[in-house]
């Protein structure tokens, strides 16, 4: 595997001490598709604040996948030029995050709302994930499943906002969402999440993408195929 200078290590990664096990699905996705290899999961936060709930959120999440059976990689967004800064976005950090994108096969989203909206940093993320590149696409095709935390009571404005970019990016955004209110009481002094229906739900969103991203596997190509880009690319 390739040194990654942007990825975040994920601390306790096999423990999950607000999980009642004799509840969950190790395997939700049995009997839908083919579970090997793993599937690859890419995790966006959009806060950069030492005790960012986002990014704390994104934890929870990405351990839930990997209890599910996936292989994760959380993206570290702190050293992103803005778009458009540097000539062509030729930063390391940009090259970085458009190769976890192409690996992945589904992505979860997760944004802090601030003044009504996504971050400027998780809106950074996404318009540094061009539609096309150099033949390749790092987005069509993928799931993306899409969180908030905000700091008041429960709104619903982010997850809106990235539904919305998710269909701009040509993803499968699955049914499901996580809005987590006044994320500051959710979470411990050590940075783990709580027992709560916020927790409950972030377990139901992660079961759900994990099913979607193994269903989409064999017909990604086939959902994608369009018309107009078949007659672009003269292919006949």
């Known amino acids: ?5 942007y990825l975040r290590p994920l601390p306790d990664a096999d423990t999950l001490p607000a999980l009642r096990a004799e509840y969950v699905l190790a395997r939700p996705a049995l009997g839908l598709g083919e579970l090997d290899p793993p599937p690859r999961i890419l995790l966006l936060y959009g806060s950069l604040r030492e005790r960012s709930y986002s990014r704390l959120a ?5 351990r839930l996948l990997r209890f599910f059976g996936c292989e994760t990689r959380i993206f570290d967004p702190s050293q992103l030029p803005l778009p458009d800064r540097i000539e062509n976005d030729d930063h390391p950090a940009v090259h970085e995050l458009r190769e976890h994108s192409l690996w992945s096969e589904a992505q979860v ?13 998780m809106k950074t993320q996404i318009d540094h994930l061009p539609l096309a590149i150099k033949g390749l696409r790092p987005t069509q095709g ?11 009571s429960q709104s619903f404005n982010s997850v809106n906002t990235l539904r919305i970019l998710g269909r701009w990016m040509r993803m499968f955004t699955i049914p499901n969402q996580s809005s987590v209110a006044k994320a500051y009481d959710e979470f ?12 409950d739900r972030i377990v139901d969103v992660m079961e759900e993408l994990v099913r979607f991203t193994v269903l989409l596997r064999p017909h990604t190509a086939q959902l994608v195929d369009r018309y107009s880009e078949r007659k672009e690319r003269g292919e006949r």
């Open 188 to 199: 411990d002094e050590a940075g783990r999440m709580k027992p709560s229906s916020y927790y």
């Open 58 to 62: 994104i934890e929870e999440a990405a």
């Open 142 to 152: 993928r799931a993306l499943a899409v969180m908030q935390v905000s700091a008041g």
């Open 1 to 5: 595997m390739p040194e990654h200078r």
């Open 109 to 121: 989203w997760c944004s802090p709302e601030r003044h009504g909206q996504i971050t400027g940093i």
